[in-house]
């Protein structure tokens, strides 16, 4: 099963991306405090896995990418999406539970709900899931560090003004992604947990679409080039992703400035070391890291290398890296051209196994 694994780098030189809320027993009532890991080296502030889905996926619906979003439902503290993958791109690449509460009120509602109309009662009480085939790990600074507290008062109005505070940091969030490239557009009617993806009506419509049978009749698939059009989607929305906690005062871009990956034979991500921070605590690539990985692994790699770097952010070790690539086959350039070429990588008829 072939995955696409990478590793990448955003750049935060002050920056409050991802936040924690107030923070109890302050000078003021409303200051807000950054998320971070304490460990006995430091507090290494982070932005969450789902902040990072979240800013991709809404990059991806404001985007001209032709991006299908699933609708939403909500019941008072349950909200779901329409989990029907074949239709909305999004439940088939970040995954989905569709679990409708049986209380009395939540059904009422449901059954007033046009939306929803085409839903046997039995099908609406049925609990659907999917795996998410992409993942993204936690996003953590390469290196420990003491948030700074920025004070500011609301000034605008009569009388005395209104004080806040809130939290930000200067550092590098590193972070791992991968894309089960198998499971793209492949969807499972399994009575098993996380491999239940379609209820009746959805199996109807992929009968009725003449979708083919998958993994001995317990699936069906979507036809390559669809498969391919949404992995390319997605590749170009992480080249073009905003978002952010704080952005109307720091205004950090978010979108990578330094990436690797390539299409493995495998889910383990091989890039895990090959950045680490220095001895001031900056990032580094590390170069003997990478050539290691590429060797060791070297049975696994499916595609070349694929390097995004944007010039001006660790310039003076890039001819160091391109040196210890020399003999390998690589792609090195700006992040969205590389994101670019693996996009357009996964459409070549040569590597039509990347999807199987």
Request: hydrophobic content about 35%; charged content about 25%; aromatic content about 10%.
């Amino acid at each position: 099963m072939a995955h696409l694994s990478g590793l990448l780098l955003i750049d935060a030189p002050a920056s409050a991306l991802n936040n924690a809320g107030p923070i109890p027993g302050e000078r003021v009532d409303n200051k807000t405090a950054v998320k971070f890991i304490r460990t006995k080296g430091g507090a290494y502030p982070y932005v969450s896995a789902q902040a990072f889905r979240y800013w991709l996926r809404s990059s991806l619906e404001g985007s001209d990418l032709g991006w299908r979003p699933a609708p939403v439902y909500r019941e008072k503290k349950v909200a779901y999406t329409d989990a029907n993958p074949m239709l909305y791109w999004d439940d088939d690449l970040f995954g989905y539970m569709r679990a409708p509460s049986k209380d009395l009120e939540a059904v009422e509602a449901r059954e007033e709900d046009e939306s929803q109309a085409d839903l046997t009662p039995v099908e609406k009480d049925t609990i659907v899931s999917r795996v998410s085939p992409f993942k993204v790990s936690t996003l953590v600074s390469l290196s420990p560090v003491t948030p700074t507290d920025d004070f500011g008062v609301m000034a605008r109005q009569e009388g005395h003004p209104v004080p806040h505070e809130h939290q930000f940091y200067k550092t590098t969030l590193k972070g791992m992604f991968g894309l089960d490239l198998r499971s793209v557009g492949t969807f499972y009617h399994r009575e098993k947990a996380g491999y239940r993806n379609l209820d009746t009506p959805r199996k109807q419509q992929a009968q009725g679409r003449s979708l083919e049978a998958f993994d001995n009749d317990r699936a069906y698939r979507l036809p390559r080039d669809e498969r391919v059009e949404r992995v390319q989607t997605l590749l170009r929305g992480m080249a073009l992703m905003d978002g952010g906690a704080k952005q109307a005062l720091h205004y950090t871009n978010v979108a990578p400035s330094f990436m690797v990956c390539a299409v493995t034979k495998g889910g383990n991500n091989p890039f895990g070391h090959v950045v680490n921070p220095n001895t001031r605590g900056e990032p580094r690539v590390n170069s003997e890291a990478l050539s290691e990985a590429l060797e060791v692994f070297s049975d696994q790699f499916l595609s070349p290398l694929y390097v995004g770097w944007v010039r001006g952010f660790m310039d003076d070790q890039r001819e160091g890296v391109e040196n210890s690539l020399t003999g390998r086959k690589y792609v090195l350039d700006h992040p969205r051209s590389v994101f670019e070429r693996v996009a357009e990588d996964f459409a070549l008829a040569e590597n039509a196994g990347w999807l199987d």
